[in-house]
């Protein structure tokens, strides 16, 4: 079944959805992204999202395209549209269409607007959180900025075909000898009762979804760490596990094929899968 999606003003049948050929994000990745979970028709951090939104968009000096009330008007439209249960909602904003130069076109260009939907019915009963997932670590080669959340991803869709040619799900990525994040998602683990994730910076996506479960983990009277460590010391510790908006909290039991803890899912880990569903269900709007 076509879905509606929504371009700069517009909810249209994809079929019938266009954005020009000098679109900047097209020419350029010179465009920025969120993507939002929706579970049981509602929405998932919104807030967050949106703020980190006007983030990137400042951090670029590229103009926001809509109000955040209309923003979440949108969000809401397409739920509705296209009948969302579970799934997600990719919102995209580029700097627009130019002739294409280096330098950003003047700054009254209209920039782009895009949001479509990805139904994933069971999203947050996906099989994989019994399981757990197998990574690999490889060099992060991303640019400086992780922190921007640009649709420059052509390096982390490199990492997950590398993942999956060595048969496992996805990587960690490793700069001078330290973990910074997975391709798509932050990365954990767990030693005692502590948590311990890289520091915010730049050479990371801040996310929304971390931010939360390190929230819950210090409500918890969990310890958490926030430090870089080594695809060593995750290989020793008791659990490891990722975090985004489309896997929530995801347990991780192999990297570079040493099974971490026992092999299976930890309780840690379990536990704030759990409290984060719990509480970001219940704050869902
Ligand atoms: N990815 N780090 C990177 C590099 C990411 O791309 C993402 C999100 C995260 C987690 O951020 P959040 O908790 O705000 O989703 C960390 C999204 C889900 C994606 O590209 O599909």
Redesign the pocket.
């Known amino acids: 079944m076509s879905r509606t999606v929504y371009v700069n003003g517009d909810y249209l049948p994809e079929e019938e959805a266009k954005v020009s050929v000098f679109d900047r994000g097209f020419l350029f990745a010179d465009g920025v ?3 939002t979970s929706v579970l049981g028709g509602r929405l998932i951090d919104f807030e ?2 949106a703020r ?1 939104l006007q983030r990137s968009l400042a951090e670029l000096e590229m103009k926001a395209p809509v109000e955040a009330n209309e923003l979440l008007e949108i969000h809401r439209e397409l739920v509705t549209r296209n009948g969302i249960e579970d799934g ?1 909602i ?1 919102l995209q904003v580029t700097r627009g269409a130019a002739d294409r130069d280096f330098a950003y076109p003047a700054a009254d260009t209209e920039p782009t607007l895009v949001l479509f939907t990805q139904a994933k019915p069971g999203l947050a009963d996906s099989p994989a959180a019994k399981t757990g997932i197998k990574v690999i670590s490889i060099p992060d080669r991303r640019w400086g900025r ?1 922190d921007i ?1 640009t649709v420059q ?1 052509l390096y ?1 869709s490199m990492g997950k075909m590398m993942a999956k040619a060595a048969g496992c799900d996805d990587a960690w990525m490793v700069e001078d000898g330290q973990v910074t ?6 990365a954990y683990i767990v030693k005692g009762n502590a948590i311990i994730t890289r520091h915010l910076g730049t050479e ?7 931010a939360a479960v390190l929230r819950f983990a210090r409500e918890a009277q969990m310890q958490v760490e926030e430090r870089p460590f080594t695809i060593e010391e995750a290989q020793g510790a008791d659990e490891a596990f990722i ?5 929530f909290v995801m347990p991780v039991v192999e990297i570079d094929g040493t099974a971490i803890g026992d092999g299976r899912p930890g309780t840690v880990t379990a536990r704030l899968r759990e409290v984060y569903l719990d509480e970001m269900r219940k704050a869902a709007i």
């Open positions: 992204y969120e993507v967050g999202h980190r997600l990719y992780r959340k991803l982390p994040e997975g391709t798509s998602n932050n990371i996506l801040h996310g929304i979804t971390r975090t985004s908006a489309s896997a």
